[in-house]
């Protein structure tokens, strides 16, 4: 599955929305991140001349932040944590079976970007080690069952039904 | 600053400037407010080392080798962003700092490829300089290399960014001084790097290859690329660039008596700062090139053959006397050179003047509209002569009528977009959008040619608007009321139709300007088209209405396409005027001069380049002596032009390199480039520059002033100057404008004597408004339906016989492309890589095609210079400046597909 066409007139509401404005290009990129799951690459030159800026800064900021992408992600971002509390109670091997159940190295995007398998240094809630999230969703004291049972919830066929 | 008024302002504290004590290494200093521990520190000669620091960029504090430590804390702090503060004390070199310091160089090297031996930076690099000082050979730490891309696909530069060491020097010279914006910082941590938009390499960025951060680089990460040295230079020499008008300071690094190397010299005040072109940086290379002429030669049976320099001179001495015995005065005519210094140029008219008695001196200005510009320099009498261009930076508002900066002269536009990022507003007039409407605050996109028009009605609207200023046009001007009538009944639809330009965008700009006093830069787009006079008066009358006259930041920034185009005016190089633009039939000048000749002078006036041609083409010319010029290439229909000067009985040619109008001289004289000879320059600003030089010429070359002082004496003159001192005191005591140009080194200001009260202390006379003139709308003809622009581009100067010897810049820029709308490009069906032939009344061009989105359509834009200059060809050989000559800058074309 391709990625989707960027929706440009929706691109280009957003921009519209903060045009002039140069404070305002992370809230900006966080709602085109939101909207789009990534910044689109062709969009960075638009968004700076709406705001006044080089489109090298703008990349700067999109490239600096790993909240921003600049290729599009899957639908459930998977951010595993391998913060100290979390690789104590067995986080390194939580990824390991993230990346053998969805087939996914770190960082990589499943073809039908249904997955994208992240890792994360920590999520703040270290008293339910090992945890991960999947997009805003937090998913602790994880044993590999719970992993499975996670998956399965956001597994394509399973969420369509 | 105020000057102190205490002496004891060390010990008591300076309370009038609110100047800083504070300790350094238990020194007490002094530093203004608001300066950084760094400046306090290097203002009383204690050196901290820095490398992402520079005088000319904000504070950065990246690369914290500056730490000092806080006596009083403990605290280690980055010097360069610490605000001096009373009672501080800080330790520069206290143990803990230097171990710190050692351990940040320690890191930089460890992560730093060991290519020292082959890297271009060589013994210049600061990091190793730093590494010397504190000590570090081996780091002692597990190396770890920052592979990362190295790139070299462009002809200027290489980027290697595993020598980069973060400093940020590249990218904030981009972005603060350059405003270029092609690249900035990307990714973060180890990963961290300056990087151009999607990666793409510098050629397909918006860098235009100006070389700022190449000089400012501290490390080898940006070297110059195709350099035929690569290392460090036995010296440094400063110079001023003999490219473009602006006169950039350089400094020429020097091998073996070659130039290997050309940067921003780092002297203080200089008109470019830290800043340079692409063409100051690396299109130097045509004073190394095997076609530099390095003997003297002479046609012998149609050949040409070398000889001897007594050989030489006396040829072209004897033949031009025995020309001008045989045929009179009329019959020999001197084409001088905007390229070549003001000790040249005098000498040059000298000659003419005294010893062949003809006026019929010129010089290359001519090819950028100095006629139109000499009207306006009697209405001033040569007052508003002197303007700075730093002046442009403290501007109320800028408007840019006619000037595509960005390609022309680059160095200025740095300076306007600078201005427009502080928010200055800034308003382009421009058929075309050029590299500077991006940071406009408006363009006008007005037809060809109808500046006039618009500049009209902008004023008009002014006045109806009541925004004149008031004061300004009481004090200084007569005339106004009388000008005002005329502007009020101008007809504002008909400025609409005649320059496409609409009401509303009209009367936003006379929004931005209301009020304001304002500079105008004028660049080739108004001097070189057809109402370029008119053009020139109508601005004129507008600087004066809003008052935009007699202080820094306002007023016509006239731009010059050559080094020493004012200088050539001023010392005399013109067929209508002697040094000091004092007019010809002025008898008062004219006797002074003849007293200090020794000679009489003609009170005519002599030819001026197109008549020079035309008489040669009846026949009336019989010998010419060019220097420094190559009218084959840089005039319109070289055909022609060639044919006619074919037809002359002698013509020496003196210049430095071989060209299209050596292969046609009978003598050739090798001169000297600018950086083989010492002498000055005057820039747009009106700043005398001097230099000396920096290598010796190649071969038996001689420095053009000492050529032309032994073809004087062997033409008759009594005795010789000798030196350039001589020369200069000669000068000095002729031409009052050029009083300090016994000074010799350093710059100097051309001194303005104008009679106008505007441009004097007290009294004098007012300036007057030129009278309100019109122009009508004009239709295409069937049979040239389109409109050919013809235009710069960065990487060449002029007709390009210079910049076309560098190999670099060939390579570069070498397909020309005339670009054309998307309209037109679908009408006359093209696809990529499609040629066309473009034929105008007078010739034609073949040229490869290229979409330009931005284009009005039946515009096409043919960029000059490359392929010989083959653009001249479009037009036609008229007289510049002259009201019913239709300007070189556009003609009407038909276009055909092949």
Redo the contacts between chains.
């Keep these: 599955m391709e990625p989707k066409e960027i929706d440009w007139e929706r691109l280009n509401l957003i921009i519209d929305k903060n045009k002039g404005e140069k404070w305002g290009l992370i809230p900006l990129l966080q709602e085109v991140q939101e909207t789009f799951g990534y910044v689109p690459p062709e969009s960075i030159d638009l968004i700076a001349s709406a705001l006044g800026l080089f489109p090298s800064q703008v990349q700067g900021v999109v490239t600096f932040y790993s909240g921003f992408a600049l290729k599009p992600k899957g639908k459930y971002v998977l951010r595993v944590c391998q913060g100290t509390a979390c690789y104590v109670k067995g986080g390194r091997s939580i990824l390991r079976m993230m990346k053998k159940e969805t087939g996914l190295e770190v960082n990589e995007t499943s073809p039908d970007y249904q997955f994208t398998l992240e890792t994360v240094a920590c999520l703040g809630a270290c008293f339910l080690a090992p945890t991960m999230m999947v997009n805003r969703a937090y998913f602790g004291k994880l044993s590999p069952a719970k992993v499975t049972s996670v998956l399965a919830q956001y597994k394509k066929d399973e969420v369509e039904r | 600053m105020i000057p102190c008024l205490f002496q004891d302002c060390l010990a008591k504290g300076c309370f009038l400037n609110g100047h800083i004590n504070l300790s350094i290494d238990g020194k007490t200093v002094i530093c203004p407010p608001g300066a950084s521990v760094l400046e306090a520190a290097e203002e009383n000669g204690i050196k901290i080392p820095t490398l992402c620091h520079h005088s000319g960029l904000e504070p950065f504090g990246a690369c914290r080798l500056c730490l000092v430590e806080d006596e009083n804390t403990g605290r280690l702090m980055a010097s360069c962003v610490t605000p001096a503060a009373p009672d501080m004390a800080v330790l520069t070199a206290s143990p803990r700092v230097i171990k710190h310091r050692r351990n940040i160089v320690r890191l930089m090297m460890a992560e730093h490829p060991e290519s020292c031996i082959v890297c271009s930076k060589g013994n210049r690099c600061q990091l190793r300089r730093i590494a010397a000082q504190l000590g570090i050979g081996e780091t002692g730490l597990y190396p770890m290399p920052n592979y990362k891309a190295y790139e070299q696909a462009n002809p200027f530069m290489v980027r290697d960014l595993s020598k980069c060491v973060l400093c940020g020097k590249c990218i904030r010279a981009d972005?603060e001084l350059v405003v270029a914006?092609?690249?900035?910082?990307?990714?973060?941590g180890f990963e961290s790097r300056p990087?151009?938009?999607?990666e793409l390499p510098l050629e397909l960025?918006?860098c235009t290859f100006c070389g700022t951060c190449l000089s400012m680089c501290p490390t080898g990460a940006l070297a110059p690329k195709n350099n035929m040295f690569v290392g460090t230079p036995d010296r440094e020499i400063p110079t001023v660039c003999g490219f473009c008008g602006v006169g950039c300071s350089l400094s020429m690094g020097v091998f073996s008596d070659t130039v290997v190397e050309v940067n921003p010299s780092r002297g203080k005040n200089t008109v470019n700062g830290s800043t340079l072109c692409v063409r100051g940086h690396f299109a130097h290379d045509f004073l190394n090139v095997s076609q530099r002429l390095t003997r003297p030669l002479i046609r012998r049976d149609g050949q040409m053959s070398p000889a001897s320099w007594d050989e030489a001179l006396d040829t072209a001495a004897t033949r031009f006397l025995a020309v001008q015995k045989e045929s009179g005065p009329s019959s020999v005519a001197f084409l001088g050179s905007s390229k070549c210094t003001n000790e040249e140029n005098y000498l040059f008219q000298k000659i003419a003047r005294v010893l062949l008695k003809t006026n019929s001196v010129d010089n290359g200005g001519y090819l950028s509209g100095r006629s139109a510009l000499a009207p306006l320099y009697k209405r001033t009498n040569g007052g508003d002569r002197v303007r700075s261009l730093a002046g442009l930076e403290k501007a109320e508002a800028i408007v840019v009528i006619g000037a595509d900066v960005t390609e022309t002269l680059p160095v200025v536009s740095y300076g306007l977009k600078r201005a427009a990022q502080k928010g200055t507003p800034l308003i382009v007039i421009d058929p075309r959008q050029t590299g500077l409407s991006?940071h406009a605050s408006m363009r006008l996109p007005l037809k060809p040619q109808t500046d006039l028009e618009l500049i009209n009605g902008l004023s008009a609207l002014l006045v109806r608007k009541k925004a004149q200023n008031a004061i300004f046009t009481d004090h200084f001007t007569k005339g106004f009321e009388a000008f005002k009538e005329a502007l009020l009944k101008l007809d504002l639809e008909k400025t609409g139709r005649v320059t496409g330009v609409t009401p509303e965008a009209l009367d936003e700009a006379a929004e931005y300007l209301r009020g304001k006093s304002v500079a105008f830069v004028v660049g080739g787009g108004v001097l070189e088209q057809r109402y370029a006079a008119l053009t020139l008066d109508a601005l004129f009358n507008l600087c004066l209405m809003t008052g935009s006259l007699g202080h820094a930041g306002a007023g016509l920034y006239v731009l010059a396409q050559e080094n020493n185009q004012a200088g050539a005016w001023d010392m005399g190089t013109v067929p209508d005027a002697l040094p000091g633009r004092q007019p010809l039939n002025d008898s008062l000048a004219r006797e002074k001069f003849e007293r200090a000749w020794q000679a009489s002078i003609s009170p005519d006036r002599g030819l001026d380049l197109i008549r020079m041609i035309e008489e040669a083409e009846k026949g009336n010319l019989k010998a010419l002596y060019v220097m420094g010029e190559n009218p084959l290439r840089a005039l319109p229909q070289p055909d022609r032009v060639k044919r006619a000067l074919e037809k002359l009985d002698f013509i020496v040619v003196q210049d430095i390199l071989k060209t299209e109008t050596t292969e046609i001289a009978d003598v050739v004289l090798p001169g000297a480039a600018f950086s083989e000879k010492g002498g000055s320059f005057t820039n747009l600003e009106g700043r005398i520059q001097f230099f000396n030089p920096a290598v010796p010429p190649p071969g038996e070359a001689k420095p053009d002033w000492e050529i032309l002082d032994l073809l004087a004496r062997k033409m008759g003159s009594p005795r010789r100057f000798g030196s350039l001192e001589r020369l200069r005191g000669e000068i000095a005591g002729l031409v009052p404008m050029y009083a300090g140009i016994n000074e010799g080194s350093g710059a100097v200001w051309v001194v303005e004597a104008s009679d106008k009260e505007l441009f004097k202390n007290e009294g004098g006379a007012r300036v007057s408004f030129a009278p309100v003139s019109s122009i009508e709308e004009e239709g295409q003809s069937d049979s040239y339906p389109l409109t050919v622009i013809l235009g710069s581009v960065r990487f060449h100067l002029g007709s390009g016989t210079r910049t076309g010897y560098s190999g670099r810049v060939r390579e570069f820029h070498q397909n020309g492309a005339v670009e054309l709308s998307p309209q037109d490009w679908t009408a006359f069906g093209l696809q990529a890589g499609d040629s066309v032939k473009l034929t105008s009344a007078h010739g034609s061009v073949v040229r490869e095609t290229a979409k330009n989105s931005a284009l009005t359509q039946g515009l096409v834009f043919v960029p000059e210079a490359v392929h010989n200059n083959d653009a001249r060809n479009l037009i036609g050989l008229f007289p510049l400046g002259q009201p019913d000559s239709p300007g070189w800058k556009t003609c009407p074309v038909r276009l055909e597909k092949l």
């Design positions: 972005h914006g092609a690249i900035d910082y990307s990714h973060r990087a151009t938009v999607h960025s918006s991006a």
